[in-house]
């Protein structure tokens, strides 16, 4: 005790003593130097939520030509370029974003809305969101709008979290053209991957290595209330693999799995699951080649139903039905404007439920709520499609001053059944068909 008193004692005269010399040189400066002028405060670190929006414009316009003359001017087996030899105003895509610094280590905050206008929106709205009120071919919806945030929380690398409407993170290929090696998209995009939320999805930042995805939605393309047909919730479970074999490759696995269906079309929709559950393996084979591979296999537990065809005009398998794919994609940068693409894909519907064509502008829409779709263009039974695509990508790198982006995709696809049905119709009045499909053309996206 009679030691701590002595080092407390001690530690008050240091003190002590300290303050006087302190106060005496300060006396003594001040008697010597012009009186100071008295010092600015700093100005203290400010945060808003308007600092570094950014605002986007992006247009894609194309045209698929179609050597068979197809019926009633479609592409079998496409949704977003199902048109043959007619121009299509694809999209208008207006973005305004305030992006999170993908480093960042400590609370980040930011947005993104999209809207967009044009004939790719009659396949992407959210049902109950003004999904009706254009009839057109060109069409206008609400794409994204979603708060987003990274937390510093549970591991080193964190979580990032969208909540909102977000478009879906499964699969290769995406609805913005400028992420996409071909202006026609795969079996897979079209048919078996869901293609945007409304809820919460987060990506939690094990290690380096690791991310593990979870989401709560309301189903794909629905909405809460009015705009979800069978009232239940679905979400996303899944992992990501970064940095592997020499940070050559990268693998994400997600499973999106929950109802599907309108309660006007099955009356089980509230049980009957669809499970979407696809991979995509990106692997950098040198600074030119670049290889993806990209495998699905979803199923719908609908199948259960006793057959025949819904109110909706779609047919009601015997049996749950599934869809089983791969696609193989090469990309060879030929110099620093120009790469070359090429793409290959196998696609199992093993009932004839996934893949149909609606040339009714609101056809899909109308069929994802189980009302009546008119006309839709219904595919013969059990199909295994097989397609080849080549094409290049010319990016001019010397633009004008205010553009963001040019990009021209021009393309040749064959598509063939390789089972023994003929699905490519030519002729819808007398049931004439073909066993292939050929179709060339291409598009052009001019960002800003």
Request: net charge negative; glycine share 10%.
């Amino acid at each position: 005790m009679a030691t701590r008193r002595l080092f407390k004692s001690v530690l008050l005269s240091c003190s002590a003593a300290f303050a006087l010399s302190a106060a005496l040189s300060t006396a003594h400066a001040a008697d010597l130097a012009p009186t100071p002028v008295a010092p600015v405060a700093p100005a203290l670190p400010t945060f808003s939520l308007f600092d570094g929006i950014e605002y986007h414009a992006q247009f894609e316009g194309g045209i698929l030509g179609n050597a068979s003359n197809s019926a009633n001017g479609q592409n079998i087996g496409h949704l977003y370029t199902d048109r043959s030899n007619t121009p299509q105003i694809n999209q208008a895509l207006l973005t305004v974003a305030k992006n999170i610094d993908p480093k960042a280590t400590g609370y980040a905050f930011g947005f993104t809305a999209q809207a967009l206008f044009g004939s790719d929106e009659r396949y992407n709205h959210f049902l109950g969101f003004a999904d009706s009120n254009i009839t057109g071919r060109n069409q206008f919806g609400l794409v994204q709008g979603y708060g987003a945030a990274h937390l510093p929380w549970f591991t080193e690398g964190g979580v990032d979290l969208k909540v909102g409407l977000y478009s879906s993170p499964q699969g290769y290929e995406t609805l913005d053209p400028s992420t996409n090696p071909f202006y026609s998209h795969s079996y897979t995009y079209n048919y078996a991957v869901t293609f945007n939320h409304t809820g919460i999805l987060s990506t939690t930042h094990v290690n380096n290595t690791l991310d593990i995805w979870l989401g709560v939605d309301t189903g794909n393309q629905t909405t809460f209330g009015g705009g979800d047909p069978n009232r239940q919730i679905a979400g996303f479970v899944g992992f990501g693999l970064n940095h592997l074999f020499e940070d050559k490759l990268t693998v994400l696995a997600l499973s999106h799995i929950g109802p599907e269906q309108s309660l006007l079309v099955d009356p089980n929709a509230k049980s009957d699951l669809r499970y979407y559950n696809d991979v995509v393996l990106t692997y950098k084979i040198n600074d030119d080649w670049t290889s993806v591979t990209e495998l699905n296999y979803t199923k719908d537990e609908f199948g259960n139903a006793p057959g025949g065809f819904s109110t909706t005009g779609i047919p009601l398998p015997t049996g749950s039905a599934s869809y089983y794919a791969i696609a193989q994609y090469f990309g060879y940068a030929l110099n620093k404007e120009v790469t070359l693409n090429a793409r290959g894909e196998v696609a199992r519907d093993d009932k004839g439920f996934f893949v149909a064509n609606f040339p009714d502008n609101l056809g899909l829409v109308r069929g994802e709520k189980g009302l009546p779709v008119a006309n839709p263009t219904l595919l013969p039974g059990p199909t295994t499609y097989g397609a080849i695509t080549l094409g290049l990508t010319y990016k001019p790198s010397n633009l004008p001053k205010g553009f963001a982006l040019v990009m021209v995709r021009p393309e040749i696809r064959y598509d063939r059944a390789l089972s023994n049905n003929s699905p490519f119709i030519v002729n819808s009045n007398t049931g004439a068909a073909h066993k292939d499909q050929f179709t060339f053309g291409g598009d052009v996206t001019i960002g800003f």
